[in-house]
């Protein structure tokens, strides 16, 4: 069965303190790999999609890399509003198998 | 505002009672699917459709639940006889299936979803 793990759990940082959410996979025949951001009581907002290794996609403080077994959103200066959980998921073909979800807190 | 949008936001109802939760998709998308969310959970598949064809059922879709999407536009999701473990966020999302290069893209915009809370 497709699985996807993210880590960590939980993360807090401090404004300005990068850091890298991890994001593993076990699929055969990818087709793609998602990236969402969640805020609390709200639906999941898309960020990103990656279809192979190698690729990379940006979006202000955010990018994205994919390798044949995980992908990584490496989070640069973040700030406050950046605070939310982020949701990684992949396609089994059509419906996405989420993972669990970083909510992260980046403290002022 | 032409994104997901999903009535009612919240619901409350008492064990025993039927729920019924609409969903208006983007409305050039094709393809409309609805999940579950439990706290600290992502989004768990329960069922999808092209147009107005429901193409898969996830085996967390019991008998009491039931899906439908009438002439490939809107679709609602009906609880009956609910329970105290189907509280939950039900969430709603939609894509345009489409093909270039070989690959196939199918990003899902999602709905605020709907919070359900049987008491």
């Known amino acids: 069965e497709d699985q996807v793990t993210q880590s960590p759990e939980a993360l807090r940082l401090q404004e300005g303190e990068s850091s890298s959410l991890n994001c593993s996979y076990t699929?055969?025949?990818?087709?793609?790999l998602f990236w969402y951001r969640q805020d609390p009581g709200k639906g999941p907002e898309f960020l990103f999609t990656?279809?192979?290794a190698g690729e990379e996609k940006e979006k202000e403080r955010l990018k994205a890399t994919l390798t044949k077994k995980e992908s990584f959103l490496h989070i640069t200066a973040p700030k406050p509003e950046d605070s939310a959980t982020y949701l990684c998921?992949?396609?089994?073909?059509?419906?996405?198998?989420f993972g669990k979800g970083t909510s992260l807190l980046v403290t002022p | 505002d032409t994104g997901v949008s999903q009535d009612p936001r919240h619901k409350i109802t008492k064990r025993g009672q039927n729920v019924t939760f609409r969903c208006d998709p983007i409305?050039?998308?094709?393809?409309l699917y609805w999940y579950r969310q439990t706290l600290g959970q992502g989004p768990e598949f329960l069922t999808y459709?092209?147009?107005?064809?429901?193409?898969?059922k996830s085996r967390l879709l019991s008998d009491r639940f039931s899906a439908e999407r009438p002439k490939g536009s809107f679709s609602t999701l009906e609880i009956q006889r609910t329970e105290q473990g189907d509280s939950a966020m039900y969430l709603c999302?939609?894509?345009?299936?489409?093909?270039?290069?070989?690959?196939?893209?199918?990003?899902?915009?999602f709905g605020p979803g709907t919070r359900l809370t049987v008491l």
């Open positions: 409305s050039e998308h094709n393809r």
């Open positions: 459709f092209q147009n107005e064809a429901q193409l898969e």
């Open positions: 699929v055969s025949g990818l087709r793609g």
């Open positions: 999302a939609s894509s345009l299936s489409q093909t270039s290069g070989g690959l196939s893209y199918n990003e899902q915009f």
């Open positions: 998921a992949v396609p089994f073909p059509y419906a996405l198998n």
């Open positions: 990656l279809y192979s």
